[in-house]
């Protein structure tokens, strides 16, 4: 069993993703990930982390060792790539999908090297036509592991469309004691450049987009408390306002 735990950083609309990534490589080969809730426990820990900014390198894995034993991996996703929803992907400004990112960087993570003698999602550089593991990929793994007794018959899930969300961001203001909510990546990194009483918590949960069964939230900043404060009642936030 090869256990995995995402971190703070990771945002709520990458998890889907991540789950299916692993489904993927286990769907063909005799391997068993279970995710965990603590990095500490974990094998392989996911992360969302500064790299190079857009473009270039838009993930790696790294490998931690106690003498000659592996310890753990950690596999880590460029934050400066803007990852974003777009037509039920993830995808980075640059229109990369974070499905095949992380299959390849957990393909790294069990052991796999770079592999370019045919489009594969092993290649060095990403194939934007590559979505879901190759043969090439297949047989990596297999002979790393052996082939699942049992094949799952269900297509590889990396494929799986996923609702659009908005990450919501969360910090923690040591002065007052309060919590701050956003969904503003430019206002989360405005946060942690100029308040650094803020504390940075991750991001809990993430909203979907407006459709007939989500209700708006709306936010006032009090300028006496340096407070905020959240409502979602559109009476109670006419009255603050008038």
Same mark, same amino acid.
């Given at each position: 069993?090869?256990?995995?735990?995402?971190?703070?950083?990771?945002?709520?609309?990458?998890?889907?993703?991540?789950?299916?990534?692993?489904?993927?490589?286990?769907?063909?080969?005799?391997?068993?990930?279970?995710?965990?809730?603590?990095?500490?426990?974990?094998?392989?820990?996911?992360?969302?982390?500064?790299?190079?900014?857009?473009?270039?390198?838009?993930?790696?894995?790294?490998?931690?060792?106690?003498?000659?034993?592996?310890?753990?991996?950690?596999?880590?996703?460029?934050?400066?790539?803007?990852?974003?929803?777009?037509?039920?992907?993830?995808?980075?400004?640059?229109?990369?999908?974070?499905?095949?990112?992380?299959?390849?960087?957990?393909?790294?993570?069990?052991?796999?090297?770079?592999?370019?003698?045919?489009?594969?999602?092993?290649?060095?550089?990403?194939?934007?036509?590559?979505?879901?593991?190759?043969? =090439?990929?297949?047989?990596?793994?297999?002979?790393?592991?052996?082939?699942?007794?049992?094949?799952?018959?269900?297509?590889?899930?990396?494929?799986?469309?996923?609702?659009?969300?908005?990450?919501?961001?969360?910090?923690?203001?040591?002065?007052?004691?309060?919590?701050?909510?956003?969904?503003?990546?430019?206002?989360?990194?405005?946060?942690?450049?100029?308040?650094?009483?803020?504390?940075?918590? =991750?991001?809990?949960?993430?909203?979907?987009?407006?459709?007939?069964?989500?209700?708006?939230?709306?936010?006032?900043?009090?300028? =006496?408390?340096?407070?905020?404060?959240?409502?979602?009642?559109? =009476?109670?936030?006419?009255?603050?306002?008038?």
């Amino acid at each position: 069993m090869v256990t995995w735990a995402l971190d703070a950083t990771i945002p709520a609309s990458f998890v889907g993703v991540i789950q299916a990534a692993f489904a993927a490589w286990s769907s063909y080969a005799d391997i068993a990930f279970q995710q965990v809730v603590s990095t500490v426990e974990s094998d392989i820990d996911l992360t969302l982390n500064s790299i190079d900014g857009l473009g270039k390198v838009v993930g790696n894995a790294t490998y931690s060792y106690s003498g000659q034993r592996l310890q753990s991996v950690t596999v880590a996703f460029d934050s400066g790539e803007g990852w974003h929803t777009a037509k039920g992907r993830v995808v980075s400004n640059q229109n990369v999908d974070l499905s095949a990112v992380a299959l390849h960087e957990i393909g790294h993570a069990i052991g796999l090297d770079h592999y370019n003698a045919k489009p594969e999602v092993m290649n060095a550089i990403l194939d934007p036509t590559i979505s879901s593991l190759a043969a =090439g990929d297949i047989a990596g793994v297999q002979a790393l592991y052996g082939a699942r007794s049992a094949p799952i018959q269900a297509a590889p899930p990396a494929l799986v469309v996923q609702a659009e969300v908005t990450a919501v961001h969360r910090f923690y203001d040591t002065k007052t004691g309060d919590h701050f909510y956003t969904t503003s990546g430019a206002e989360k990194a405005q946060i942690l450049q100029t308040l650094p009483w803020f504390t940075y918590e =991750g991001t809990p949960w993430a909203t979907p987009s407006q459709g007939a069964d989500t209700i708006d939230v709306f936010r006032f900043f009090d300028t =006496g408390t340096t407070a905020h404060f959240f409502t979602t009642s559109v =009476g109670e936030r006419d009255q603050i306002i008038k």
